[in-house]
């Protein structure tokens, strides 16, 4: 998860070095995290450019407040908290934001058994069919923005529910019932869009 | 195994924490389950499919994301200048200030001239009449530290 593995130097170390006034090192832990936090803001507020303005502010106010950081805690579940509220922030401003009703059928037994159906696997997939993609965008943006968040984070990041939990401040039964609503809020919205 | 247990154990698969044992007791549930079948399948679709979004996503904005530290940079210099300003500004703010006010005071006093800045409630006036023929005058003289006024009263107008 923590990538500090990959880059070698530890998160805390850039942190200190970048607050020791070193701004080389905040540029590593940005080199480091960009991607993924691209990939989590686009899956909140669904257009790549409203994403790449995200990504860049909530990278200048992490710079700004990172004296107040914990040392010992990790910097991407630190991180992605700005990202997160930063994108949520961005959706509402944004033109594609939309009041959706929260269904609470989807968190209840009751919720129809979904039927099978070929989920795209690649961007290929996706570029072959490009009104699947454009349904799949749909969905996401149908969903309610903090279920938004909770899938992207679960689905696209592969964050354990717990350091989800961390990131939205909320508790781990929260994070799994928004899940559980999420999944099949999409898995319906795909079932319509094959039906159609 | 019911379909309860099941969904709660597809979840657990999804999440990596379902023991190899207890993976094959699923898979032989599902063989038999349709509605746990799809289940399986939404819930372990859901996952690729956003990243095959979020990877297009990802491909289309590539060079903006590969400039991401530039942007960052500009971003942090900028906040920084910001904070700087004020104490820049607050050094020379004074100036404009001050021009500001005096400027007013130009613009506005003159058009206040007609009321005096001296109200005197009774004063000793020494007068001296001039004759002539098209007008009275009359020199005022207060004292020595106040100055000399004369009315000029011509056809009853001053």
Redesign the interface.
């Known amino acids: 998860m923590n990538e500090r593995e990959v880059g070698g130097v530890p998160d805390d170390a850039l942190i200190r070095t970048t607050l020791a006034g070193d ?1 080389g090192a ?2 590593e832990l ?2 480091r995290y ?2 993924r936090a ?2 989590v803001a ?2 909140i507020v669904g257009d ?2 409203d ?2 303005d995200v ?3 909530s ?2 106010k992490a ?2 407040k990172l004296k107040e950081f914990r040392f010992g805690s990790n910097f991407y579940t630190w991180f992605y908290r700005l990202l997160v509220n930063q994108a949520i922030d961005r959706w509402r401003k944004s033109a594609r934001s939309a009041e959706v009703p929260f269904d609470e059928s989807w968190l209840s ?1 009751d919720a129809s ?15 072959r069919n490009r009104e699947l ?1 454009d349904a ?2 749909r969905a ?1 943006d149908a969903l309610p923005e903090y279920h938004r968040a909770v ?2 984070l ?3 990041d592969g964050m ?2 717990d350091e989800i939990a961390r990131v939205l401040g909320c508790s781990v039964g929260t994070v ?1 019932s928004r899940l559980h609503y999420a ?2 809020k ?2 319906e919205s ?1 079932k319509s869009h094959r039906e159609e | 195994m019911d379909c ?1 247990t099941a969904v709660g154990k597809i ?1 657990a698969k999804a ?1 990596g924490l379902l023991p190899r044992q207890e993976e094959a007791e699923l898979a032989g549930h599902l063989a038999g389950c ?2 746990c ?3 399986d ?3 372990t ?17 590539a060079p ?2 590969d400039a ?2 530039t ?3 500009a ?2 210099e900028e ?1 920084r200048e910001t904070r700087r300003r004020p104490l820049w500004a607050a050094r020379w703010v004074w100036i404009p200030a001050v021009m500001t006010i005096a400027l007013l005071a130009l613009l506005f006093y003159p058009s206040r001239t007609d009321r005096s800045p001296f109200h005197p409630s009774s004063f000793d006036v020494a007068v001296e009449d001039v004759e002539s023929d098209t007008a009275t005058v009359a020199l005022v003289d207060k004292g020595e530290d106040l100055p000399t006024v004369i009315w000029i009263i011509e056809d009853a107008k001053t």
């Open positions: 701004d905040f540029a940005v080199e960009k991607g691209f990939a686009v899956g790549g450019d994403a790449l990504v860049q502010d990278f200048i710079y700004y037994e058994p979904p039927d099978s159906f070929a989920y795209p696997r690649t961007p290929e997939d996706l570029v993609g799949l965008q996401v899938i992207v679960r689905e696209v354990a529910y799994m999944r099949g999409l898995r795909l | 309860g979840l999440d349709p509605a079948a799809a289940e399948a939404a819930i679709g859901t996952g690729p499919a956003l990243r095959a979004l979020t990877g297009i996503r990802a491909m289309e904005k903006a994301l991401m530290w942007r960052v940079r971003g942090i906040k």
